[in-house]
């Protein structure tokens, strides 16, 4: 069994929560469950998240942001990702590369196969085998990030957040083998139950060392 699962969603999607049920449930069934997060989930990437989000630095230029984070998902793959899948474990991974091509390619503007050139030469080319995409209305998603503390992401305009919502719902469109759209405004449970039908057959099969696009 070698599996690589990624979240993806606007803000307060609610992917945390449904990755960690995930990773509970399966735990219970005995699977090798890795979780983790982008940017981050390694020492190096972590330092680097902190700069990427830190609400103090406006100036960062859009071209400075990719890197960053090609960065510390080159660090992550090879540190965290890839040798788990090699153990034949399961990955859950909170946001990946397709945040890049909705943050930066849709949400920022910039040249969207740029952006999957440098993100093949961070990752080697690594795909998930299945990517979740909780889908939920901006204002909404917004709302319930309200309450806490936002990061020099979550307090960009809502034109920036709808066109970042846009992006992901194209490349799900674009690519429905991969992508699984779930209504991430219905209830928790009722989410989690779709994520774990689709992902049902994977279980049953059983990937390899993460999908490659080369």
């Keep these: 069994m070698s599996l690589f699962i990624t979240f993806e969603g606007p803000e307060g999607s609610g992917k945390t929560t449904q990755l960690r049920l995930l990773e509970a449930w399966l735990r219970q069934q005995g699977y090798d469950v890795l979780a983790t997060r982008e940017p981050g989930g390694t020492a190096i990437s972590e330092a680097v998240r902190s700069i990427l989000l830190d609400p103090a630095h406006t100036e960062m230029r859009p071209e400075t942001e990719i890197l960053l984070f090609s960065a510390a998902r080159a660090q992550i793959v090879a ?32 040249d969207l196969d740029i952006l999957r050139a440098i993100t093949a030469f961070a990752t080697g080319g690594l795909l998930p085998h299945l990517t979740i995409y909780l889908d ?78 080369r």
């Design 79 to 110: 540190q965290v990702i890839r040798p788990h899948l090699a153990r034949g474990g399961i990955v859950l991974c909170d946001r990946y590369a397709d945040s890049t091509l909705a943050y930066q390619g849709y949400g920022r503007g910039l």
């Design 136 to 213: 939920i209305p901006i204002e909404i998603g917004l709302r319930r990030k309200a309450a806490q503390e936002w990061n020099r992401l979550e307090a960009q305009t809502r034109a920036f957040h709808q066109r970042v919502r846009q992006g992901y719902l194209e490349m799900a469109a674009a690519e429905p083998e991969r992508w699984l759209v779930v209504d991430a405004s219905q209830p928790i449970a009722a989410v989690q139950a779709a994520i774990r039908q689709r992902l049902a057959p994977l279980l049953a099969v059983g990937g390899d060392e993460g999908s490659d696009d």
